[in-house]
């Protein structure tokens, strides 16, 4: 992947690199100062209130650069805090960009990494106010913190689930854990599955309808799996929560693998992370609602639970039985 024609990371120097990495970055009326000074300056909409979110992905435990190329790399990077602030109703306005980067890591790679990144910025209007870099000894490591604002009675938390609310979730689950493991395997890996692990589109517009129309009561965004997270929501709200297996939504994707190998692989769709969908609750007499304002938005939004008075995370079967899942969730130290 290096060509002679660029120069090498060192020949740049860091603050050569730092001017190559942020060349991309455009401005937006709400950042006073940027890019260049020892910190940004940004001014919030007025009566909004900050949110802010990070996340960090390390080579080798998050992504492999033989599966990941770059340029979807740097979208994924921004997507996963992008999909955080809209979980809680916000809307995403500034991020910044640390970078951990290995002396022999190509400069395309660079790149096309801030390419994606950008891109991703520039479709929901984020700007990119600064960031550090630095140099790597083991492998790329890339920090995304994003920040957005929100009226205060828009904000939509882990807390406010109720029993008997629906529980929703948008797009379909489990085509991420589908295409990672088939990667692991070496098998062959659809692009539509490919592109659900690679490059996962944060559902921001149906965020920021649930929380302008009040519609959701609690939100979470299902990265580490549906149980574990929506157990998340469960536990802050003090309720729990009755999900149908059978309800799940599934890709066509997901769905024809599932048919080839004769048994639907339950576990992805559970446990299985980096869906990126929102799982969120809300009263059960809004689900016209509801049903209108995520089509409006062109997003799928599936009913697929119930809350409960009780605690407990469960799941059953068409007959009523109850599902019984062995491994619930990504947990880095398990
Ligand atoms: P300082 O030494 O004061 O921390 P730096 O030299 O690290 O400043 O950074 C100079 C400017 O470049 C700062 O505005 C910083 O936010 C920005 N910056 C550094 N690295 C990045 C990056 N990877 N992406 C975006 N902005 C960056
Ligand atoms: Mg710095």
Same mark, same amino acid.
């Given at each position: 992947m290096t060509s002679p024609t660029l120069p090498a990371l060192a020949a740049l120097g860091e603050f050569g690199l730092i001017s190559r990495l942020t060349a991309g970055a455009f401005k937006h009326k709400s950042v006073l100062t940027g890019i260049g000074d020892d910190a940004a300056v940004t001014a919030l909409s007025t009566g909004m209130q900050l949110l802010t979110s990070t996340d960090m992905l390390i080579e080798d435990?998050?992504?492999r650069r033989v599966w990941h190329d770059p340029y979807r790399l740097g979208r994924k990077s921004l997507a996963a805090s992008l999909s955080d602030i809209a979980a809680m109703g916000g809307i995403s306005r500034w991020a910044l960009l640390s970078l951990a980067i +290995?002396? %022999? &890591? +190509? &400069?395309e790679f660079l790149d096309e990494f801030m390419r994606g990144f950008l891109a991703l910025a520039s479709e929901h209007d984020v700007a990119l106010i600064g960031g550090d870099t630095c140099s790597s000894r083991a492998g790329l490591t890339v920090s995304v913190t994003a920040m957005g604002e929100q009226y205060p009675d828009r904000i939509v938390r882990r807390s406010g689930a109720l029993p008997d609310d629906d529980i929703w979730v948008t797009g379909t689950l489990g085509d991420a854990a589908l295409a990672l493991k088939l990667l692991e395997n070496g098998e062959a890996v659809s692009n539509e599955l490919l592109s659900r692990l690679l490059d996962p589109p944060p559902r921001i517009s149906a965020a920021l309808a649930l929380a302008e129309t009040g519609l959701a009561t609690a939100m979470i965004d299902v990265s580490d799996g549906l149980l574990a997270d929506f157990g998340h929501v469960a536990e802050q709200s003090a309720v729990g929560c009755c999900i149908n297996l059978d309800d799940i939504p599934l890709s066509p994707a997901f769905r024809n693998h599932a048919a080839q190998h004769s048994v639907i692989p339950h576990q992805m769709v559970l446990s *299985? *992370?980096? %869906?990126y969908e929102l799982c969120f609750t809300a009263h059960r007499s809004n689900r016209g609602k509801i049903a209108d304002s995520m089509k409006k938005c062109g997003n799928a939004v599936t009913r697929i639970g119930i809350v409960t008075s009780f605690s407990g995370v469960t799941v059953v079967n068409r007959d009523g039985s109850t599902y019984s899942s062995q491994h619930d969730g990504f947990n880095h130290f398990t």
């Open positions: 435990v998050h992504f +290995p002396s %022999d &890591l +190509p &400069l *299985g *992370g980096e %869906d």
